[in-house]
């Protein structure tokens, strides 16, 4: 490791970091310790306000793309080089708790400062960017501002999205730029050379093994599916079994296969039947209708591709006495992240005596779109129990300036290259 | 068979059984050929009324008890001697169909009609009764009428049972019994020498075997349990399988392994899971609680015994991961019907000429409560494709006729013993 690198790693203030936080985390503030702040609200604004008010105190400057994705820079050396980012998102879940997203946002100014307090010089600007929108609480879908940013939908697509309460994204995203006017305008897709996103882990991975810092390898794929069975509804005393055709029989016979499928010695694979619905739901009516949820994921390309075109065809032979639709809901391919930039992050843990570990994201961030625009990873650190989305999400003082160390070593690393 | 039973079985007119049936269907009816006669209403004193005119044709006579069972008696020649009783009920399911229950009545009341116009004398009385409240619909629980009549549950007990509506029954009953003031007064738990009753299949068993006649030879027992399994949510995408408390998986578990303890290759025991209610019910939410009802039917008093008892142990063994509650909801043992009786019709089925089964009957009737006071079976004719409880339920007029032609035999042979 380099060695300003070092000495800025060691300017990260646990203290200032973690008041940080407290301070974000009175912004839409729920009872249970959690935080509503939905995006492009008056709570969205009040943390761009929050946070650029820290920048001001620097010499770091701000510019704002035309979706409310906020940056925060600090210039390099070399004016023309692209900048190395950083960042995460401000919005949470509505009923979200005080970690989620904000800290890859207040880690990567922290790493601002610690650079700045060390005196450290890069080639390139470093930039922490808040992305708009990420957890699509209000306005669906979810990791929107990197999806607009990366191109991978235009903007045009979005702004006619409307909330529960019938606000356009058009009008509170209009809200929402007017609020931070003195910021330089940003274009779409504006170079990077490279982006780490710091975040809680959402799991209980690291907790369990005792690592304090998570070297994520790339994003799990992830294949959604609606299975509904067309049974018939039967008196449940008077029909013998061979003559039913019973929705939740079928429905048991298809979740035990994809089971058996998905069964993963490793402990790898994700399989998930969260949602079911049953018709008529009676305990004496044979089920004429259920209709159920099935989410596997698996960090693999070809794993998660056999596993889901998998999904149809075994539900139709498990199914031997109803009708069946198999209707797929979502698919999100697996991202894997830049292998130079994963070994900057592990590198920085090592230098810097901190336990670690790879793993793959089990859930999506805004790092799987720009890992189709520049070289990508993330860090992690433990939450507690791994708990989230969720009030009760917690995370550890010095977990989250252990985070924000290896972040500030990594983004230096990267800067001079 | 005697010769009297011969030739009043003859007399069964199948024509006016059938418009009788038309005619019944008229008070309540709903869309799609059903019915609505909910007890105590204003359609079930309508029923009655109706009942009540046709009887008043013959020299029958009419008597009621104090929870509204209805009498229709034909003298025989020995006054004192106790009666040979045949019925079933009126009321029907909120969306119920043409003949659960009014065929017992109304083929009862045919038999006496056969008997009358073929001149047959009876030592005994032969009795027609309609069961108040068979169905529980309005008032739970069901077969009231029958419970209360042979004192399983004093009358002082159901009368504050209140409807959706907050009627009670004690006026419901007071409206209802206020409507027939010519019946003389019954008492609960008068003697009875015999009892048979004539119902719809309600399965398929019959139609499947193209017979026409069930000789129904006791009614199945039934143990009923709530259980509910405890896990706890968790994000999809990042827990391992190996750390989840998803109840979802243990409730799979259970219900395999229930399957596997009711599997019966001669397909007589019955084994439904009808109804599932799942928390969160969030496709990427791991379920942290599932409640699922059991029913499990088998005519054989140590089978069921061994299946109900078995179904707590056996969930808590199944049970890998999450907390458990197990809830017995119902218990009805099973009930073997009076093999006399049985016989008697299966020889009436057989002089007759008519295709007949000996099936035990999968759904409770008011039968399973006389068979507690006197020699009791039942005769079960086809429905079609097994449906009831539903406005699509439907049944052969000359099905219907047969099966009363039978009954008209059984009972002269068992009036006479």
Chains 1, 2 share one sequence.
């Not at 409307?162 to 994204?169: A, H, V």
């Not at 079994?241 to 694979?269: C, F, G, P, S």
């Not at 005596?353 to 625009?373: Q, T, V």
Request: hydrophobic content about 45%; charged content about 20%.
């Amino acid at each position: 490791m380099r060695e300003d690198a070092r000495d800025a790693a060691g300017r990260v203030d646990e203290q200032r970091l973690w008041q940080r936080h407290a301070e974000m985390a009175q912004i839409g503030a729920i009872p249970g310790n959690g935080v509503n702040r939905a995006a492009l609200s008056q709570e969205d604004i009040a943390a761009r306000k929050l946070l650029l008010s820290w920048a001001a105190r620097r010499t770091f400057t701000v510019s704002v793309d035309g979706i409310g994705n906020l940056f925060v820079r600090r210039a390099g050396t070399d004016a023309n080089a692209a900048p190395v980012m950083t960042g995460s998102h401000m919005d949470s879940q509505p009923r979200g708790g005080r970690f989620d997203g904000i800290y890859g946002v207040l880690a990567g100014l922290e790493a601002l400062e610690a650079m700045h307090e060390a005196g450290v010089t890069t080639r390139r600007p470093v930039e922490v960017v808040a992305w708009t929108n990420e957890e699509g609480g209000r306005f669906a879908p979810c990791t929107m501002g990197s999806m607009v940013f990366t191109g991978a939908r235009p903007l045009a697509d979005v702004l006619d999205i409307t909330d529960n309460e019938g606000i356009r994204l058009r009008d509170a995203l209009a809200d929402t730029l007017a609020a931070t006017p003195h910021a330089a305008r940003r274009d779409f897709r504006s170079p990077a050379a490279g982006y780490i996103e710091a975040h809680i882990e959402q799991g209980p991975l690291l907790e369990n093994a005792r690592k304090t810092i998570g070297v994520v390898t790339g994003i799990q794929g992830l294949r959604w599916f609606n299975i509904e069975v067309f049974g018939k509804t039967d008196h449940a005393g008077t029909t013998p079994l061979a003559l039913r055709k019973d929705a939740m029989r079928d429905a048991i016979a298809i979740i035990n296969a994809l089971a058996e499928l998905t069964h993963d010695t490793q402990d790898i694979t994700r399989f998930t039947v969260g949602r079911m619905l049953v018709t008529p739901n009676s305990p004496n009516s044979v089920a004429s209708h259920v209709l159920f949820s099935v989410d596997i994921r698996h960090p693999n390309p070809q794993t998660i591709a056999r596993l889901g075109d998998a999904v149809a065809p075994l539900a139709r032979k498990a199914a031997k006495f109803c009708g069946l639709k198999v209707t797929p809901t979502l698919r999100d391919d697996p991202c894997v992240f830049n292998v130079p930039v994963t070994d900057a992050i592990e590198d920085a843990a090592q230098t810097l005596g901190l336990p670690h570990l790879r793993l793959p994201s089990g859930a999506s961030h805004d790092a799987m779109y720009m890992a189709r625009m520049c070289p990508t990873a993330m860090i992690f650190v433990p939450c507690e129990k791994g708990i989230s989305h969720n009030e009760a999400e917690n995370a550890a003082p010095a977990d989250l300036a252990a985070g924000a160390r290896v972040l500030t070593a990594a983004l230096i690393e990267l800067a001079n290259r």
